[in-house]
């Protein structure tokens, strides 16, 4: 499984950015698939994720500002970032967990796309 993200750059204060996710090759059920940001100095943390019963669990910090869909026929998952703030500056990843058949569940991560927020 490969996960490729794009949609990372330089935005103002109060801009809006859109982060997409594609994903490729063999990864049968996906349990989650989703949105982690790192900041500078910090862990990597849960921003949006969307479950396999489609339910969606947004960080309290975007809550409000962010929103992230997907589109299967494309493979793909958006986040959409609006009313973006100094601290929402981090690298954002890409992450999925799927389950192939009766294996393991595996967890995935895209290379992983700079967003920074002027102020």
């Given at each position: 499984?490969?996960?490729?993200?794009?949609?990372?750059?330089?935005?103002?204060?109060g801009?809006?950015?859109?982060?997409?996710?594609?994903?490729?090759?063999?990864?049968?059920?996906?349990?989650?698939?989703?949105?982690y940001?790192?900041?500078?100095?910090?862990?990597?943390?849960?921003?949006?994720?969307?479950?396999?019963?489609r339910?969606?669990?947004?960080?309290?910090?975007?809550k409000?500002?962010?929103?992230?869909?997907e589109?299967?026929?494309?493979?793909?998952?958006y986040?959409?970032?609006?009313?973006?703030?100094?601290?929402?500056?981090?690298?954002?990843y890409?992450?999925?967990?799927?389950?192939?058949g009766?294996s393991?569940?595996?967890n995935?991560?895209?290379?992983?796309?700079?967003?920074?927020?002027s102020?």
């Amino acid at each position: 499984v490969q996960l490729q993200a794009s949609g990372g750059g330089l935005v103002q204060a109060g801009g809006s950015l859109r982060l997409s996710c594609t994903a490729s090759g063999s990864f049968g059920r996906i349990n989650t698939i989703g949105w982690y940001r790192q900041g500078p100095g910090k862990q990597r943390a849960l921003v949006a994720v969307i479950r396999s019963d489609r339910s969606v669990n947004y960080a309290d910090s975007v809550k409000g500002r962010f929103t992230i869909s997907e589109d299967n026929a494309k493979n793909t998952v958006y986040l959409q970032m609006n009313s973006l703030k100094p601290e929402d500056t981090a690298v954002y990843y890409c992450n999925a967990n799927t389950r192939m058949g009766f294996s393991p569940s595996q967890n995935y991560w895209g290379q992983g796309t700079l967003v920074t927020v002027s102020s």
